[in-house]
C-alpha cells in the first residue's frame, strides 16, 4: 500500500462546503483498495511479486523440512504442519521446524531493518551489518556471554541495549547540521571495525568454553536454535506490525530532502529516528535470537526493490525476501558438504560480500543503486 485517497470539498459562494468527491488521481501501476469508508491506493507489481515470493517462501519450508539426514516426503511434511498424525513427527516437528521458525523469523526481521535503515540513509549501502547494529549486538551479546554478567534468556534484550548504542554512535558522529548518506556509512563502517575488535578481546579475556561457544554463535548458525530462541523475536515482530504499518506510510516523507521537508511542515528527523530505532530493535533481536547472519539485511530489500520497481523500499517483499535468504542458505549449509554442517552465515556472506563490493564500485564509478 502507498498512501490513501483523499476527498475534497466543494465551497459554495459563501465559503460553506456543500458536498465532496474523491480524488480522481490514480498513479500508473496502482489499483484501489477499498475497506470500509478508507480507500488505499495497492501497488500491482509489488502485490504480485509479494505473492510469489510467499509461494516460493513456501517451497522452500517444506524442501527445508524434507532434507536432512533421513528424507521425510513432502506429503508426510504437510501431515506434520497440519497437526495431523505422522511417524516423522519427531524428525520434523521435534528436529527440524524449531530451527526453521528461527530462520523464517530471523531473516523476516533482518529484511525490515535494512529496508527501513536503506530508506533513512538513502543509500542501498547501508545496512544493520555494514554500520555497526549488528556488530554492536554482537559486542555485547559476546560480553554477557563471556563474562556472565546476563542470564541466557536475557541475552535477546542485551543485544537490543548493544545495536541502540552502536546506532547512537553512529548517529553522534555522523550528525553534521544533517544526516549525510555517505558519512553515515562511513562512519558505521569505521565503528562495525572498532566493535569488532572489542568483540574479540572479549573473547580473548572471558572463559574459555564460554568464548568458544561465543565464537560458533558469531558465525551465525541455526544449530541447536529452538522455540526459546524463536519467541522473544516472535513477540518483538508481532508488537511491531503498527509501528511497520506506519513505517510503510513515512517511507515516502524519509526520502524528502532536508529542504523539501522544511517547505512541508515535515518533522523529518523525527520520522528518520523512529524508522532507524525501529530498525535497530528488529535486527538486533534478530542477532539474538540467530547470531549476526550477515549482508541478509543489505541483500533483501534490495532484491524486493528491484522485483517490484518501486520508489520505496517495500517492507513487506523486503520481509518475505529476507526470510527467503535465510532459509535457501540454511538448506545449502546444511546439504552442501553433508555430514559437515556449515554455519548460515558463511553462504550468505560468499552471496553478500561480492554483492556489497559491487554496489561500492558501481556507486565510485556514478552509477545508480537502484
Known amino acids: 500500500m502507498s498512501g490513501r485517497i483523499g476527498e475534497t470539498s466543494l465551497p ?17 501501476g496502482h489499483a484501489v483498495l477499498r475497506l470500509g469508508r478508507g480507500s488505499f491506493l495497492l501497488h500491482r507489481r509489488a502485490f504480485v511479486v509479494a505473492v510469489a515470493l510467499a509461494v516460493l517462501l513456501a517451497a522452500v519450508v517444506v524442501a527445508s523440512l524434507c532434507a536432512g539426514e533421513s528424507f521425510v516426503s513432502p506429503v508426510q511434511v504437510c501431515r ?3 497437526g495431523r498424525p505422522s511417524p516423522d513427527e519427531l524428525v520434523v516437528g521435534t528436529l527440524r ?30 545496512s544493520p551489518d555494514v554500520i555497526g547494529v549488528t556488530h554492536g549486538a554482537g559486542a555485547a551479546t559476546v560480553a554477557a556471554m563471556s563474562f556472565g554478567v546476563a542470564s541466557y534468556d536475557a541475552l535477546p534484550y542485551v543485544s537490543v541495549g548493544g545495536g541502540l548504542a552502536a546506532t547512537s554512535l553512529v548517529y553522534v558522529f555522523a550528525w553534521r547540521r544533517g544526516l549525510n548518506a555517505s558519512r553515515f556509512v562511513l ?23 564460554v568464548a568458544q561457544q561465543a565464537k560458533v554463535w558469531l558465525t551465525g548458525s541455526l544449530n541447536g536454535r529452538g522455540y526459546d530462541h524463536a519467541a522473544p523475536l516472535a513477540l518483538v515482530l508481532l508488537v511491531a506490525v503498527p509501528a511497520a504499518l506506519w513505517a510503510a506510510r513515512a517511507q515516502r516523507s524519509a526520502l524528502f530532502d532536508d529542504d523539501t521537508a522544511t517547505a512541508l511542515g515535515v518533522p523529518l528527523d523525527r520520522i528518520r529516528l523512529g524508522l532507524a530505532v525501529l530498525g535497530v530493535v ?6 539474538g535470537a ?8 543489505l541483500l533483501a ?7 517490484t520497481r518501486t520508489v520505496q523500499i517495500p517492507l513487506l517483499s523486503s520481509a518475505l525476501a529476507g526470510a527467503l535468504v535465510v532459509v535457501v542458505a540454511d538448506l545449502l549449509a546444511r546439504r552442501l558438504f553433508a555430514p559437515i554442517e556449515l554455519p548460515v552465515g558463511v553462504l550468505t556472506a560468499v552471496v553478500g560480500a ?17
Open 12 to 28: 459554495d459562494e459563501g465559503g460553506r462546503e456543500i458536498r465532496s468527491m474523491p480524488m480522481a488521481v490514480r498513479p500508473p
Open 301 to 307: 530489500p534490495q532484491i524486493a526493490r528491484r522485483l
Open 187 to 209: 562512519v558505521g563502517i569505521g565503528i562495525s571495525i572498532a566493535l569488532g575488535s572489542l568483540t574479540q578481546l572479549f573473547l580473548t579475556k572471558g572463559d574459555y568454553l
Open 80 to 82: 506434520v504442519l497440519l
Open 97 to 126: 521446524l524449531p530451527r526453521l521458525v528461527v530462520g523464517l523469523l530471523a531473516g523476516t526481521a533482518f529484511g525490515v531493518a535494512g529496508a527501513l535503515i536503506q530508506t533513512v540513509a538513502r543509500n542501498p549501502l547501508a
Open 290 to 297: 540467530a547470531g549476526p547472519i550477515d549482508f541478509v539485511a
Open 282 to 287: 528488529l535486527a538486533s533481536m534478530a542477532t
Open 354 to 370: 561480492p554483492y556489497l563490493m559491487w554496489l561500492i564500485v558501481r556507486t565510485r564509478s556514478g552509477g545508480t543503486s537502484s
